[in-house]
């Protein structure tokens, strides 16, 4: 009888064991916290600016920060077939880290105490300029040559609000549901031009559709740094993105998705940022 119960006790804890080995097994973290090994990665990017973050018709994604995430995605151990690609619009970047619904994020994620207090960052890996996207035969140099024309941002931005307030009071500004019509309205004169960071003008000049017709003025009217938004306290995770990006940076990795996604609208970029360093 006590052999029965010894026995009974034994099998009883080899399927505990049993089961607790399985579950540890197929644990696999879908936000990436931990290694491949067939798992998979939860990145967060923008869907719909092209030359940063867009979603192609056939399924797929490319930009510049799509590039970017795909390397560091890489130096923490995931192939490209390994990471889930999540749209994470500016309004619920860090609710989308909170929640852990993405390991990281590389969105034209500008880095700025206020969001600081929410999120941390790894980077800054580009350091972009609010600019001017005109049309390659126009005259408008400076920011005071906008006043008396007609000045494009998408609704909501202070970008234009910024260029009137500041250098160019009496520029009569247009404010459009997004950066697309912007672009539309500066291909059919009804606007003279469009302003945000240079990276996105950059990215929008360079569809195919639109290669060769604008040019970026070269304004550097404000510092952005953008950064890879991590869930607040995972600084294990701020630690190995940082070294990926400086790994990207050393091989020449970094310019070549540089020149790929921006090069057709003349953008000429700052230098790779130093990695921990905040340019104000």
């Known amino acids: 009888m006590k052999l029965r119960k010894v026995t009974a006790v034994a099998a009883t804890a080899l399927v505990l064991s049993l089961a607790a080995t399985a579950c540890g097994s197929s644990d696999k973290d879908d936000s990436g916290s931990g290694?491949?090994?067939?798992?998979?990665?939860?990145?967060?990017?923008?869907?719909?600016q092209p030359g940063i973050g867009l979603k192609q018709p056939d399924g797929s994604f490319a930009g510049f920060d799509v590039d970017v995430a795909t390397y560091v995605a890489g130096q923490l151990g995931y192939k490209p077939a390994q990471i889930e690609w999540v749209e994470t619009k500016s309004a619920?970047?860090?609710?989308?880290?909170?929640?852990?619904?993405?390991?990281?994020?590389?969105?034209?994620?500008?880095?700025?105490?206020?969001?600081?207090?929410?999120?941390?960052?790894?980077?800054?890996?580009?350091?972009?300029?609010?600019d001017l996207l005109v049309k390659k035969d126009s005259t408008i140099a400076k920011g005071t040559d906008l006043n008396g024309k007609k000045l494009c941002s998408v609704t909501g931005s202070t970008s234009a609000q910024n260029i009137h307030d500041t250098i160019a009071p009496k520029a009569n500004l247009r404010e459009y549901s997004g950066y697309s019509e912007c672009i539309a309205g500066l291909q059919s004169g009804a606007v003279d031009a469009v302003t945000t960071d240079d990276s996105i003008l950059a990215g929008f000049a360079s569809q195919d559709k639109y290669k060769g017709q604008f040019k970026l003025a070269g304004l550097k009217l404000s510092n952005e740094n953008y950064g890879i938004g991590v869930k607040k306290g995972?600084?294990?995770?701020?630690?190995?993105?940082?070294?990926?990006?400086?790994?990207?940076?050393?091989?020449?990795?970094?310019?070549t998705a540089v020149t790929k996604n921006f090069g057709p609208a003349g953008y000429k970029n700052?230098?790779?940022?130093?990695?921990g360093n905040i340019v104000k």
């Open 35 to 48: 290694s491949s090994g067939g798992g998979k990665i939860k990145v967060g990017i923008k869907f719909d």
């Open 92 to 130: 619920d970047r860090e609710n989308a880290l909170a929640r852990g619904d993405v390991k990281f994020i590389a969105a034209s994620y500008s880095i700025n105490d206020e969001r600081k207090q929410k999120v941390d960052f790894a980077g800054p890996y580009l350091l972009a300029h609010q």
């Open 234 to 255: 995972d600084s294990a995770t701020v630690t190995k993105i940082n070294t990926a990006l400086e790994k990207m940076v050393s091989s020449g990795a970094w310019q």
């Open 270 to 275: 700052e230098p790779a940022p130093k990695i």
